[in-house]
């Protein structure tokens, strides 16, 4: 199923953005530790935490959309990305989870950790655009 997360795109991958492992069936991306986007000394930038999670909610969307045999165009709706507690230099974990996969449209909750799963460090909440491809 790693070749099945063509979602690792160019800008998720300069970001340094990984596939780690599954559960569930779902991806769980891994994002740096070392050579980090860096916001403040110490801590990753915002914008490299919600390309983390925007990253794997689309991956996740993308399996689901496979497993059913869809191929639709995948248009942001909005992301609104919660940011709970400062993310420092060190591994980020990301997994998303579909709420709702309907016609038209999908939800999905994203979450980021670090050391405790627990207590998350972002949340982000997507909606998207399931269009018929162009011709």
Request: proline residues 6%; aromatic residues 6%.
């Amino acid at each position: 199923m790693a070749n099945e997360l063509s979602a690792i795109t160019p800008y998720a991958a300069s970001l340094g953005i990984a596939f780690n492992e599954w559960e569930d069936g779902v991806p769980i991306l891994i994002l740096g530790g070392e050579n980090i986007v860096e916001g403040r000394p110490g801590f990753y930038h915002g914008g490299a935490i919600s390309g983390l999670l925007e990253t794997a909610g689309y991956a996740a969307l993308r399996l689901a959309l496979k497993a059913e045999e869809r191929e639709v165009q995948l248009k942001p709706i909005n992301i609104t990305v919660q940011f709970l507690a400062p993310a420092k230099a060190a591994p980020l974990f990301a997994k998303a989870r579909i709420t709702k996969l309907g016609r038209r449209n999908a939800n999905i909750a994203v979450e980021c950790w670090q050391d405790q799963r627990e207590r998350p460090r972002a949340t982000a909440i997507m909606n998207v655009l399931l269009a018929e491809p162009e011709v």
